[in-house]
């Protein structure tokens, strides 16, 4: 029999790992890594900035660029994985991808230990817990390999020609690059939890509810 059990912890587990999933793809996706020095308004630029100055931005495989004075374009710069700006950015896509795609599965897992608690006698919050602290440290090597890259030919039109491996130069980190350190930090976090999580699920007060014959247990 399935019993659905909702407990504050477990619930508050589910939800940090959908929101943990969800801001690293947000932040794979996005243009906004690298932020360039200010471009006049009449040349290629790209974000509009104060002063009439325009930043173009710069992501893994997308940027933004105002041409010609027009509207802020923004798309991928790469049209295959080859183009991508370095070999470092290469990697860490691979790495970032595979630490997200881990995430996301997770949070789809989350979902269901409302119903189901165990597969196979093992504890699905610690199989949950263990793949997201793997997902951290794809994000770690992911997160690291990025910086290596900005001495790329891409990097040195955003950033100067004094741009050099983990030296921007004239560009500034943009937000997508902070929240996927943060997205990182907090699947160690929600790896951690998913043992509370699991003991709250599991708690004798929970196993009085089953043997009362209910099948919907909330608890705070």
């Given at each position: 029999?399935?019993?659905?059990?909702?407990?504050?912890?477990?619930?508050?587990?589910?939800?940090?790992?959908?929101?943990?999933?969800?801001?690293?793809l947000i932040a794979f996706m996005s243009p906004d890594w690298l932020l360039g020095y200010p471009r006049p308004g009449s040349g290629v630029g790209g974000v509009l900035s104060g002063g009439g100055e325009y930043r173009p931005s710069l992501g893994l495989y997308s940027r933004c660029l105002r041409i010609g004075g027009r509207a802020v374009t923004c798309g991928p710069y790469a049209?295959?994985?080859?183009?991508?700006?370095?070999?470092?950015?290469?990697?860490?896509?691979?790495?970032?991808?595979?630490?997200?795609?881990?995430?996301?599965?997770?949070?789809?897992?989350?979902?269901?230990?409302?119903?189901?608690?165990?597969?196979?006698?093992?504890?699905?919050?610690?199989?949950?817990?263990?793949?997201?602290?793997?997902?951290?440290?794809?994000?770690?090597?992911?997160?690291?390999?990025?910086?290596?890259?900005?001495?790329?030919?891409?990097?040195?039109?955003?950033?100067?020609?004094?741009?050099?491996?983990?030296?921007?130069?004239?560009?500034?980190?943009?937000?997508?690059?902070?929240?996927?350190?943060?997205?990182?930090?907090?699947?160690?976090?929600?790896?951690?939890?998913?043992?509370?999580?699991?003991?709250?699920?599991?708690?004798?007060?929970?196993?009085?509810?089953?043997?009362?014959?209910?099948?919907?247990?909330?608890?705070?």
């Amino acid at each position: 029999m399935c019993h659905v059990i909702v407990t504050c912890r477990s619930m508050l587990w589910t939800l940090f790992s959908i929101m943990v999933a969800f801001a690293e793809l947000i932040a794979f996706m996005s243009p906004d890594w690298l932020l360039g020095y200010p471009r006049p308004g009449s040349g290629v630029g790209g974000v509009l900035s104060g002063g009439g100055e325009y930043r173009p931005s710069l992501g893994l495989y997308s940027r933004c660029l105002r041409i010609g004075g027009r509207a802020v374009t923004c798309g991928p710069y790469a049209q295959t994985f080859g183009e991508v700006a370095s070999g470092f950015w290469q990697g860490a896509m691979l790495f970032l991808a595979a630490g997200t795609l881990v995430l996301g599965c997770v949070a789809c897992m989350s979902i269901f230990t409302l119903c189901f608690q165990s597969c196979l006698r093992k504890s699905i919050f610690n199989i949950c817990g263990l793949l997201q602290a793997i997902a951290g440290l794809l994000l770690m090597v992911g997160l690291m390999l990025y910086p290596a890259g900005w001495g790329s030919e891409k990097v040195l039109d955003y950033c100067g020609a004094e741009a050099s491996p983990f030296r921007p130069a004239q560009c500034s980190l943009g937000w997508a690059f902070y929240a996927a350190i943060g997205g990182t930090l907090a699947s160690f976090v929600c790896a951690v939890f998913s043992a509370q999580a699991e003991v709250a699920t599991s708690s004798d007060k929970v196993q009085e509810e089953i043997e009362e014959g209910k099948s919907l247990i909330c608890l705070l």
